[in-house]
Structures are given as structure tokens and as C-alpha cells.
């Protein structure tokens, strides 16, 4: 098929070069078509190219509509781009000159050739180049639109840290056991564990607890155990791109994600898309490359460089029975370095550049089996050859796309993964998988398959040392089944895809001297070197089945990298856009329940936390005053009490001897003294009554404001530790010292007790009368001993004189007796009289009451402040919270609107992705 090709006129490859052969093997090369003068890419008086009139010279109908077609295909669109939907009438068609990038790919033929099948299949061909041209602007525009989409999803995410699917304990054993082969994919989807019952459809995917977004509020922050957010396992599974690798320890990576904050998840899934969008920028240009690659790998020894020397029909590469390719081998056309048969052997860990000699060591190709077999000092190498093949059959160069053979050590332990990378590697078109069939799959194939399998859904087998199985038809059935269970989409295609060959049978050219195979001792087993099959008539039949054999892989691996490119180079950008399309869809949908959860529960917060603030603030000002009030009534009350209780206390202290026993007329000093102190102390107790008093009213105060406290802040109220036996214990009324009331002898007569008890005592009634006119007469007198005198002057003053004298006698003898008696009542009033005019003078009840009332205040300030600075840092905490859970609210309605918009668009684009039919090769259906 490879005759339907042409050289791409971008890189220029004249005819000629392209027909190395130069025979006319009638199969209608491109050197068959005559060219206008101006090759290659000779274009008409438009300005366009010029194509072959279909048919035997007679215009078509469909040569036409090909001929616009043509015209008008830009490849990439243009004017001709009606829409996004691959497979569309009005998909981009257009000239390959508007685009230089497409001159590679197209193969336009010009002119009829005269011959109906060769035009034939130049139309076959040019419009297999036209499907490919869409399907590839259709990938490469959803490209673009990932691309946009990722950079959209990386923004928000540093805003609104996207959540993280994961999914139980329980169902990620399940997803592990299931996960081991793509061929139990679909068995696990219905696995759950008995008692834990799948969740509804809708639910499966993202089914949070309702609790679970709850991250940034109060009571998720003091959460210590946080339920993971659920997925389905299949859609676990099926989350591949941006799935997250860590490990740590035995701790899966689902619990990792769920132990690491939220931030860092953000941050570990920010690296995954911007990874993600650095592969699709380079699968991009990859689809717009011409070359291709193609990965030869398998197991130890199972013949890979065998094969890729039969591909050549050169010993090439190194065989032998021990492993022995340690590093990768690029084979490439000598005409991409000069026409130069060299190797490059490329430094460790240097990026290869062929016009950077200081990348690489130049070698020539006898030497090659040497630096394969050492692995120290170079990582891989490219091996320049000449083709030996017509471009007809050539796999190096065939006149359409460049490929490159690689070969790879064989698998192990050790190199299974970095094969698994390598074949990742965007420019790896083709993966062919060379395993014996003597030995089968080895664990190695099988994870190497698996791995392969996440971007390469198709997979070349060739299945070698055919011609050492006895059973070979048993082996088959047996590497066939197995196929089936490694990669499925290949068994579905196995009559293409899987072959059974003897590589060793096909005939080579010698080695370069001194190269592999030793010094060019010629052909491997099959013998020969040329393409026939040997001469031998006895083994002939055998042979010639096994090349033939080899012969139809080799149309079916050309068929594979060039006729079905859009297979090998466009199917990874396909496969990877719907790998990311589904992973951005699942985080999408995931973070539109988390979006939607967080709404419902900052609305339900909002609910709870208005009325609480508004509450607090009306608390705040309400128990404020009530403190204030509280504090005042309560320091009044004291106040007043002990100015009431102390001035009685005063007012009474001479209301009698306060139990001083009076010790007689020589005493009566003694007994002031004592009856003083005895009356300080009475005043002292009332003081001390009134602290008692005031004591009693603090801790009754102290209880009201930790009772409102309790009352508005609940547990939140910070209860202060209160002792009411340290009020007042330091004595500031020292009384006794302050007081000095001097006893004098004044104060041993009090009138008004006299006069009091005159009308008490009668016997002394007259005594006293005398003795109170001698006494007033004598301090001053009263104006009736006046009139008695004058009476008396009256009556006649001898008789008079005689009597009077010894009247006044008795009557201030009498008097003197009298007031002597009553001292110890006198003496009482006298003192307290004294004692309360200096008590006013030292303002002694309002200092004391005050004294109290104040101490009182203060100590009912501490809680009452406490409880404010309570009121205000609720208020204050509230408010923030409302004002936190109202951004985080707007934030939610962002990201729930950015990710419903999300939903819609990966899945939106997903379809149209997934119409991108690959396999619709309209080739197959014309021809
Ligand atoms: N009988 C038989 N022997 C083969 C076939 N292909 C390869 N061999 C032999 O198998 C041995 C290994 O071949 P290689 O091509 O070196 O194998 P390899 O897979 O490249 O080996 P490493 O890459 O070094 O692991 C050589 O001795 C080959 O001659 C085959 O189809 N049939």
C-alpha cells in the first residue's frame, strides 16, 4: 500500500530519491506519476496545485468535488471552518499551501496517469490525507480548548482550592485488586463491601457527608476526624491524568491526600494540570509532525533487535543469546545526517542535539555493539544507516513520514519503568511489544503492557522464535488469550496487530566489518541477502511460510504506522484529551457538590450566626448597663447601710456603760478611759458589720454578673476566681489611734442626764432645784432664783439670813452627793458627746461608707469588666464570622457557577472529542 504515497514536498525529497529502485514494479509509486516541471509541489496558474483528472481522461463528478475540495482545504481551517463537530460536510478543507505544516502530510497527486487504478488510488489516498487533516484540526482545536479550559481550572484553583476526589479505604482495596489489569476494568464497578451499601447514582460520584465540606467553618476546624470525600472505584479508575502519586510510608495515597491540607492538595493538583498542559502544548506539535516513532520493546532476549534487523534487512544492531542491548537504539535514515552511516552515542543525561557535537560521541557503526553492551557511559544511542530498501517497502523511509526504529533493552526489574516512560513519550507513535513465544508474557510484559496501555490503546505484538514452537497452534490460542486480558482493543484487532514470526528467518545483509554478527559472516539463519526466499528447494516450503509470514507483518506494521497514522500519532492525543476531558469533568462535578454543600452549609451558618450577632450586640449594650446599674445600686445600698448602722452606732454609744463596771469617785478616770475604749469598739464592730454587710452584697453581686455572663455567653464565659475573705482586710479604721478624746472634769457632770433624772428621783428633787439655782447662779444664773431671792428680801432679810445659810449648805452638800451618784450615767453621754462632735470633725461615717461602698465597686469592676470584654469579643468573633462564612458563601456561588460551567464544557468537549472517530478511516470504506 505504500505506493499510494508521495514524498512530502516539505522536506523536499525529489522523486528520484524516492524511487530508489527505479524499476516500475507496475504497483504505481510515486515515481510513476509524471510530474510537471516544476516539482515537487508544482502548483497551476491559481497559484494551487494540480491534481489528476480521475478516470481515463474524462472528468468525474467525483474527481471534480475532489479537485474543490482540494482547493480549498486549508488543513487548518480558514474561511472554510463552519464548526467544531469532526466528521462535518463543512469541515476545513482547503489548500496545503495556506499551511506549511500540512505540506508534509499530503500527498496531492497531479495529473492522470493513465492508468484507472493507480488515479484510483491517488484519490483513495488524497482523501485519506484530507480525513486525516480533519480529524487532526479537530484534535488540535480541542486541544487548544483543553489547554484554555486547564488554564481556567488553574486560576480557580488558587482561589477556591479545587477538593480532591478520593475514595474509602474499603473501595480503594477493591480498586486496587480490580486495578491490576485493564481487563478486569469493568468488574469492580459494582464491588462494595456488604456493609457499606453503594450510595445512589448521583450520590457515587460525590457523595460528601453532609458535614464534609464544612472545612472552613469554626466547628470543621476543631474537627479531628475528617470523612473522606467519596467517589465511585470506577470513577477512581477511571480518574488517571491528574490523579495525584503519592506515597508515604503504608499510607495509601487517598489517605495522604485526606491528611494533607487543603492548600497543598491545591498546590500538588496545581502541578499536575500545568504538567498536563505541557503534554497536550507538545501533543500539539507532535500531530503536526511528520516523523514517527516506533518503540521496539519486550522482554530479555526475546529477539527485538533480530527483528528490527529483519525490518532492515541489515544487521544492524547487536544480537545475541545472553541480553545484551543495555541501552536504546535509535535507527535513522543516513540521509538525516548528511548520508552519513554513523553512531551517536549520546551522553548521559544530555538533551541529543545532532549539530551539538558536544552532545553526543561520534562512533562508527562497527562500534555499535560495543557501546550497547556497555550501559556506563552512554544512555541511549542514534545509529545513522542507509536503507537498503526500496521506498515501497522500506519502513525507515517511505516517502511519507520519517520513522525512527528504537530499539529498547530488554525488559526487567529494572528497566520496565523507564521503558514504561519512554513509551510514554508523546513522540513515540508506535509501541511494538516483541514477546517469545516460548516463554510468553513475563510479569514485566504484562506491567509494562498495563502501563503502556493508559496512552497507547493499540499495541503491535509480534510474537517471535515462532519457528521453535512445536504446538503452534496451541501457543497462539494460549498468547492470544492472553492479549485479550492485557490489552483488549489490540486483541480485537489481533489478525492486524498480533503476528507470529520467525525473525531470525529473514534473510540480511552482512554486518559492517567488525560489527555485529562478527565481521559480516552474512545472513542469520534464513540465509541469503537478498528479499527472496532462499534458494534451499528442501526447507523452501518452511522458509517461505516464515517469510511470508514476516512479510505480512510487515505490511500490517506499515499499514499500522503510515496508512493508519491518525491510528499511532493522532490516537494518543485523542486518548490523552479524554483521559484529561474525564478527570477535568469528575473534578468538576465533585467540586460542584463540595460547591453546593459549602453553600447550603455557610447559608445554614448564616442562618444560625445573624440572630446570634445581632443578640450579642443587643446583649452587649443591654447587660452593660444592667452591669452598670447592678454595681451602683449595690454600692448605694452599702453606703447607706453602714452611714445608717454607724451613725447609730455613735448616736447610742453613750446610751450606757457598755458593761465597764464603775469603780467608785477615786476611779472615775479609770473608768472614762475604759468606757472610751469600750465605745471605740462598739463603733469599730458596727464597722466591722458593715464590711460583713458589705461583703455579703459583693459576693450576691459578684453572682448576678457571672449569672448574666452564663446567661449570654455560655460556655464562652471565662469565670474569674473571686475570694470575699480578702475584702477588707487590711483595717483602715484604726480608730483608737486617731481618736484622742482627754477626760476632763467637765465631763463628770452632764446637766441634761441631771435633769433627766430629777423628775425621776424624787427625794432629790429639791436638792437638786437648790443646788441647780446655786450651780446656775454660779455659772451664770437663772432668772425664778432671781425672783426668789427678791421674795425672799420680801419676807425679811435676818430671819431670812438665819435660815438661808444652812439651807444652801445642805442643798450643796445634797447636790454635790447627788451629782457624785450619778457619774457613771453622766459620765457615758458626756464621752459619746465628745466622741461623736470629734468622729463629725473627722467626717468618720462618710469615710467609712464610702471606704466601703468603694471597695465594693472595685471588686465588682473585674467581673463586670470581664463580662464586657466577654460581650465585646463575642460580638467581635461573631462578626467576623459571619463576615467569613458570607466570603466564603460568595466564593462557593463563584466556584459552583465556574464549575457547573466546567461540567458542561469538559463534556461538551469530551463529545466532541470522542467524534473524532479514528477508526473510520474512510480509506478502508472507499477502497
Ligand atoms: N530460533 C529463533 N531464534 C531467534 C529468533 N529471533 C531471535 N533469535 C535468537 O534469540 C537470541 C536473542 O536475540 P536478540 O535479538 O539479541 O534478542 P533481544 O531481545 O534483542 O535481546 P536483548 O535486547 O539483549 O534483551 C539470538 O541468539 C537470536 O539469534 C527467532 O525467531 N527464532
Redesign the pocket.
Given at each position: 500500500m505504500s505506493q499510494e504515497y508521495f514524498p512530502p514536498m516539505s522536506k523536499g525529497k525529489s522523486p528520484a530519491r524516492n524511487n530508489r529502485s527505479g524499476r516500475d514494479d507496475g504497483n504505481n509509486t510515486p515515481n510513476d506519476v509524471p510530474r510537471e516541471p516544476t516539482t515537487p509541489g508544482s502548483v497551476n496558474s491559481a497559484g494551487r496545485p494540480g491534481y489528476v483528472t480521475v478516470g481515463s481522461g474524462s472528468t468525474s463528478y467525483h474527481a471534480h468535488r475532489l479537485q474543490s475540495i482540494l482547493d480549498n482545504d486549508s488543513g487548518y481551517g480558514g474561511s472554510s471552518i463552519a464548526g467544531d463537530e469532526p466528521g462535518s460536510s463543512k469541515l476545513p478543507l482547503g489548500s496545503p499551501r495556506t499551511d506549511p505544516s500540512l505540506a508534509g502530510d499530503m500527498v496531492l497527486p497531479r495529473q492522470s496517469t493513465g492508468n484507472p487504478e493507480t488515479d484510483y488510488r491517488h484519490q483513495v489516498t488524497a482523501i485519506s490525507q484530507l480525513w486525516y487533516n480533519q480529524q487532526r484540526v479537530a484534535l488540535g482545536r480541542a486541544i487548544n480548548r483543553v489547554v484554555d479550559l486547564l488554564q481556567g481550572l488553574q486560576e480557580t484553583n488558587a482561589t477556591w482550592p479545587a477538593h480532591y476526589p478520593s475514595v474509602q479505604r474499603t473501595d480503594i482495596a477493591t480498586h486496587e485488586r480490580s486495578a491490576s489489569g485493564p481487563g478486569l476494568h469493568r468488574t469492580f464497578s459494582t464491588v462494595t463491601e456488604p456493609s457499606h451499601p453503594p450510595p445512589p447514582p448521583r450520590r457515587s460520584m460525590t457523595g460528601f457527608p453532609d458535614d464534609e465540606s464544612a472545612e472552613s467553618s469554626k466547628d470543621a476546624e476543631v474537627k479531628t476526624a475528617e470523612a473522606p470525600r467519596l467517589v465511585s472505584p470506577q470513577i477512581a479508575q477511571e480518574f488517571s491524568i491528574l490523579k495525584l502519586d503519592l506515597k508515604l510510608g503504608s499510607m495509601h495515597q487517598s489517605e495522604l491526600v485526606h491528611s494533607l491540607e487543603k492548600g497543598s492538595v491545591a498546590s500538588l493538583l496545581d502541578g499536575k494540570i500545568r504538567t498536563s498542559i505541557k503534554h497536550l502544548v507538545a501533543l500539539r506539535e507532535r500531530i503536526d509532525d511528520t516523523s514517527s516513532k516506533v518503540l521496539v520493546t519486550?522482554?530479555?532476549?526475546?529477539?527485538?533487535?533480530?527483528?528490527?534487523?529483519?525490518l532492515l534487512r541489515r544487521k544492524v544492531?547487536?544480537?545475541?543469546?545472553?541480553?545484551?542491548?543495555?541501552i536504546f537504539c535509535e535507527v535513522l535514515d543516513a540521509r538525516e545526517n548528511g548520508g552519513l552511516e554513523e553512531v551517536h552515542a549520546v551522553h548521559k543525561d544530555t538533551i541529543y542535539n545532532r549539530h551539538d557535537e558536544t552532545t553526543y560521541d561520534v562512533f562508527p557503526l562497527s562500534k555499535l555493539e560495543q557501546i550497547?553492551l556497555d550501559n556506563s557511559t552512554y544512555m541511549q544511542c542514534k545509529v545513522y544507516v542507509k536503507d537498503v530498501r526500496t521506498v515501497d517497502e522500506s519502513l525507515l523511509n517511505n516517502g511519507v513520514v520519517d520513522i525512527a526504529l528504537i530499539?529498547?533493552?530488554?525488559l526487567n526489574s529494572d528497566t520496565t519503568k523507564t521503558t514504561a516512560i519512554f513509551a510514554r513519550q508523546e513522540e513515540i507513535d508506535v509501541v511494538v511489544f516483541?514477546v517469545?513465544?516460548a516463554n510468553h508474557f513475563t510479569q514485566s510484559a504484562k506491567e509494562f503492557i498495563w502501563a503502556a496501555a493508559a496512552e497507547k490503546a493499540y499495541i503491535f505484538m509480534v510474537v517471535?522464535?515462532?519457528?521453535?514452537i512445536r504446538d503452534q497452534e496451541r501457543c497462539q490460542k494460549m498468547i492470544l488469550d492472553q492479549v485479550y486480558g492485557l490489552s483488549p482493543r489490540t486483541y480485537k484487532e489481533s489478525s492486524e496487530l498480533v503476528h507470529f514470526?520467525?525473525?531470525?528467518?529473514i534473510p540480511t545483509l552482512p554486518p559492517p566489518p567488525g560489527g555485529p554478527g562478527g565481521g559480516g559472516s552474512g545472513s542469520?539463519?534464513g540465509g541469503g541477502g537478498g528479499d527472496e526466499p532462499g534458494n534451499d528447494p528442501k526447507g523452501k516450503g518452511k522458509e517461505k511460510e516464515k517469510i511470508e509470514d514476516f512479510h505480512k507483518l510487515e505490511r500490517s506494521l506499515r499499514q499500522f504506522v503510515l496508512e493508519k497514522r491518525a491510528r499511532s500519532k493522532l490516537t494518543p492525543a485523542k486518548t490523552y484529551l479524554m483521559n484529561i476531558l474525564n478527570d477535568v469533568h469528575v473534578l468538576a462535578t465533585v467540586n460542584v457538590e463540595v460547591a453546593q454543600s459549602e453553600i447550603e452549609r455557610v447559608t445554614r451558618d448564616l442562618e444560625e450566626i445573624e440572630p446570634q450577632l445581632e443578640s450579642s450586640k443587643k446583649a452587649k449594650t443591654e447587660v452593660g448597663d444592667e452591669i452598670d446599674q447592678t454595681i451602683e445600686l449595690t454600692c448605694k445600698d452599702i453606703y447607706d447601710h453602714t452611714r445608717n448602722t454607724l451613725n447609730t452606732a455613735i448616736f447610742h454609744a453613750g446610751d450606757s456603760t457598755l458593761g465597764v463596771p464603775y469603780p467608785g469617785l477615786f476611779g472615775v478616770f479609770d473608768f472614762a478611759d475604759d468606757l472610751k475604749e469600750a465605745m471605740l469598739n462598739e463603733i469599730s464592730t458596727a464597722v466591722t458589720d458593715c464590711e460583713e454587710h458589705a461583703r455579703i452584697k459583693t459576693v450576691s453581686g459578684v453572682n448576678a454578673i457571672k449569672q448574666l455572663g452564663i446567661h449570654h455567653l455560655g460556655n464562652e464565659y471565662h469565670d474569674l476566681s473571686f475570694r470575699s475573705d480578702v475584702m477588707f482586710r487590711r483595717r483602715r479604721d484604726a480608730l483608737a489611734k486617731e481618736i484622742d478624746l482627754p477626760t476632763e472634769l467637765g465631763d463628770l457632770v452632764d446637766w441634761s442626764t441631771l435633769l433627766q433624772r430629777q423628775e425621776k428621783v424624787a427625794g432629790t428633787g429639791m436638792a437638786l432645784t437648790l443646788a441647780t439655782a446655786v450651780g446656775g447662779r454660779l455659772v451664770g444664773g437663772t432668772s425664778w432664783v432671781d425672783h426668789a431671792l427678791s421674795a425672799a428680801k420680801i419676807v425679811g432679810n435676818d430671819n431670812l439670813r438665819k435660815l438661808i445659810i444652812p439651807a444652801v449648805a445642805l442643798a450643796v452638800v445634797s447636790a454635790a452627793v447627788y451629782v457624785l451618784q450619778q457619774i457613771p450615767q453622766s459620765l457615758p453621754h458626756r464621752l459619746s458627746a465628745k466622741l461623736s462632735a470629734q468622729l463629725d470633725s473627722m467626717d468618720y461615717i462618710h469615710a467609712n461608707s464610702t471606704r466601703i461602698a468603694s471597695s465594693v465597686r472595685k471588686v465588682l469592676r473585674f467581673p463586670a469588666d470581664n463580662l464586657r470584654v466577654g460581650l465585646t469579643r463575642s460580638v467581635e468573633q461573631l462578626g467576623s464570622r459571619r463576615d467569613e462564612t458570607l466570603k466564603t458563601r460568595t466564593e462557593s456561588e463563584v466556584a459552583l457557577k465556574y464549575f457547573s460551567n466546567l461540567v458542561r464544557n469538559s463534556a461538551h468537549q469530551r463529545t466532541l472529542v470522542a467524534d473524532v472517530d479514528l477508526d473510520a478511516h474512510p480509506q478502508g470504506q472507499v477502497a
Open positions: 519486550g522482554d530479555l532476549n526475546a529477539g527485538k533487535s533480530t527483528f528490527c534487523n529483519a544492531l547487536p544480537e545475541d543469546q545472553q541480553p545484551c542491548t543495555s550497547v530499539d529498547a533493552p530488554g516483541v517469545s513465544a517471535n522464535g515462532f519457528d521453535m514470526v520467525s525473525s531470525n528467518a542469520s539463519s
